[in-house]
């Protein structure tokens, strides 16, 4: 396109930037342009500057430099737990032991101090008698009457904030790891540069008037449009990208998986996230002392601690199941119960807890519910765990009901999720039995997508059951990752806009 093109394309705030760009010698910073156009807004500058970039009209330059500040200059005031460590040792012959600083500046600043003259390589263990001392070393002598280099560094940003350029980046990453210290905020400094294309369209003359973008009905009714001056409609003019609005992936699954579901009958509930360990453990007939009550798998509460059991019937039973089996032919664990263990309060681990609930209020056939809800397990963050995930849930109580039933379900939930080879392995379950594993194949291999099975009689006598139970709990997200190829669970739960405009519409 010719220099009188663009020109004629050109809208006012565009026609503005450049010539004061032009009269600025070409160069400048945004904020200059916004003082010398005498513009309204600052985003007045920064819209046209994107539009006259588009067209080659100018350059934008950009450069990123971290500044430094102090958090709070009550840093200063206190001192750092090292310092009054230094002052306290300096006072007492340059030796200290652990008990006499605690009792010199505190426990609290104690131990931080300690810690910290070690790693500043301050201070030497010495051994006199059974108690081992803090000696003062040659570079701890030295800082006892001057500023180490973190002080100097915090008494330089207390007189004002200063960029990386101007401070010791090694002192300062070592600054970043303590809290409440200093603060670090990242400034972009742009410039904006006219182009010789630019400075062609110039050169032919710019003229500032208002111009009108768009004909509206109103200017043709009234005949306004024969006064005004009619902007040029460039249809190669740069365009920002349009993205339909979506839910997240992992909404439309949800609903997905729901919507399955209802068409095969079945009705969904939910319950709370907070559970007595009597639903979420006892009630399936997990022993009081089975490793996935420690603290290492589960998410204890420390308030409130106990969450007291008020169905008398059905915890009498399932005490009895566990001790000795009930009524149910079984022998039980052959331990004593503890009503304390089982009123303890946790975050659920399963989504079962929401159907042995249900069961117990409900325990007359015909059932078929189903959960969508959100567990917890003190498990690592990697790329295939989290520590709070979904799992879909479901039951089928009725006369009748069978294992192979169980088989016919699952196969039909996983095809109408799109999945065509579909296979069943044995796999063991505390509370089922017998008990499946469902995989599919997909990518060449073979995907396990969850458990199921029947419950033993342990598990649904105490509740009052009469019929088979058909029970599954499935992974949630491992569905979202094979539906959008995703290697890692974490990207499911960052703030991604490339991942939800990428992804389907459907």
Request: no cysteine; glycine share 8%; proline share 5%.
């Amino acid at each position: 396109m010719s220099a009188s093109q663009l020109l004629e394309g050109l809208s006012y705030p565009e026609r503005k930037v450049l010539l004061t760009l032009n009269q600025l010698n070409g160069s400048a910073s945004p904020e200059r342009i916004f003082q010398v156009g005498e513009f309204q807004q600052q985003v007045e500058v920064m819209n046209a500057a994107s539009w006259l970039q588009s067209k080659g009209l100018i350059e934008i330059q950009e450069s990123a430099k971290k500044w430094y500040s102090l958090r709070s200059a009550a840093v200063l005031d206190n001192g750092l737990p090292e310092r009054k460590a230094l002052d306290f040792i300096g006072k007492h012959d340059n030796k200290s032991t652990i008990a006499q600083l605690e009792e010199g500046i505190g426990k609290a600043d104690s131990s931080l101090a300690i810690g910290w003259l070690k790693r500043k390589g301050l201070v030497n263990f010495e051994k006199s008698g059974p108690v081992p001392v803090l000696v003062l070393n040659e570079n701890g002598l030295k800082a006892v009457s001057g500023d180490m280099a973190d002080e100097q560094v915090l008494k330089s940003l207390a007189s004002g904030d200063r960029p990386e350029t101007e401070l010791d980046m090694t002192v300062v990453q070592q600054l970043k790891t303590r809290q409440e210290l200093i603060t670090e905020k990242l400034v972009i400094s742009r410039t904006f540069g006219i182009t010789d294309l630019g400075k062609e369209v110039v050169s032919l003359g710019i003229e500032l008037k208002e111009e009108v973008a768009q004909l509206t009905p109103e200017l043709i009714q009234t005949g306004k449009w024969k006064e005004v001056s009619l902007r040029r409609y460039d249809i190669k003019t740069f365009a920002p990208a349009q993205y339909a609005a979506k839910k997240h992936p992992l909404t439309r699954i949800g609903d997905e998986i729901r919507r399955i579901f209802v068409q095969m009958g079945f009705t969904e509930i939910e319950d709370e996230f907070v559970q007595p360990a009597f639903w979420n453990m006892d009630a399936l007939f997990t022993p009081q002392d089975h490793p996935a009550r420690d603290m290492q798998d589960t998410f204890y509460l420390g308030w409130p601690k106990t969450v007291p059991l008020d169905d008398e019937g059905v915890v009498s039973k399932v005490k009895a199941v566990h001790e000795n089996g009930g009524d149910t032919g079984s022998l039980g664990w052959r331990s004593k119960w503890s009503r304390d263990e089982a009123e303890r309060a946790l975050l659920r681990t399963h989504t079962t807890v929401n159907t042995i609930r249900y069961l117990s209020k409900h325990p007359d056939p015909p059932a078929k519910v189903f959960s969508i809800g959100r567990i917890f397990r003190n498990e690592a963050i990697d790329a295939t765990h989290l520590p709070e995930f979904m799992q879909i849930e479901g039951i089928i109580v009725e006369e009748g009901a069978s294992f192979d039933m169980l088989v016919g379900v699952l196969k039909e939930f996983y095809q109408r999720m799109g999945f065509d080879i579909i296979r069943f392995r044995p796999g063991p379950f505390p509370y089922t039995e017998p008990s499946l594993e469902i995989e599919v194949f997909y990518n060449n291999r073979w995907m396990e997508l969850g458990g199921a099975g029947v419950f033993r009689p342990e598990v649904a006598s105490p509740l009052g059951l009469k019929y088979p139970v058909l029970a599954w709990g499935l992974g949630f997200e491992r569905l979202a990752m094979l539906r959008w190829n995703l290697k890692d669970i974490r990207e499911l739960y960052v703030t991604d806009l490339d991942l939800l405009r990428s992804s389907p519409i459907f």
